[in-house]
């Protein structure tokens, strides 16, 4: 079938797939997981965003199963798609940041979740250490 606008193609091909990331700040801090499933590592809380679901909803999902979390204020940061972003296939990831209290804990995918600083930062899965220096650079 082509598409009746631009005669492109549609159907039968491959799409990468949407995901959603969220940087929480506590504080001065922000947290992280790690990882319970391979890809192993830490990294931002989030994950596949479900049919019928806004990428918000997603985000604001994804923050609660894998961190206890409930977030406030949450605002859209920027999207992140380089196809070898993920090596489990492509994705495109929209991040988001929101603030919350209390303490993190680990849920669903995470095995861990702590607080760290940006002086802190373990190593990090996916092409979380970009996301998180765009995200270091536009607070200056």
């Known amino acids: 079938m082509q598409c009746p ?12 797939t949407p995901t ?4 929480i700040e506590i504080g001065d801090r922000i947290v992280l997981i790690e990882r319970k499933n391979p ?13 019928g679901e806004s990428y918000e909803t997603a985000a ?10 409930r977030v406030m204020g949450l605002r859209q940061f920027h999207t ?8 489990r296939g492509h994705t ?3 991040v988001f940041i929101g603030t919350s209290d209390g303490s ?8 861990r979740a702590e607080l760290f600083g940006q002086e802190t930062l373990p190593p990090l899965a996916f092409d979380h250490a970009r ?7 536009s607070k200056k």
Do not use: M
């Not at 959603?20 to 940087?23: G, T």
């Not at 604001?60 to 979390?69: H, M, N, P, S």
């Open 5 to 16: 606008h631009c005669k492109a193609e549609i159907g039968g091909h491959r799409n990468p």
């Open 20 to 23: 959603v990331d969220i940087i």
């Open 39 to 51: 890809p192993y590592g830490w990294a931002l809380p989030g994950g596949f965003v479900d049919y």
């Open 60 to 69: 604001l999902r994804e923050a609660e199963e894998e961190t206890g979390l």
């Open 80 to 87: 992140y798609s380089a196809p070898d972003r993920d090596p």
């Open 92 to 94: 495109a990831s929209t």
């Open 104 to 111: 993190p804990r680990a849920g669903d995918d995470a095995a």
């Open 131 to 137: 996301i998180l220096a765009d995200y270091f650079q």
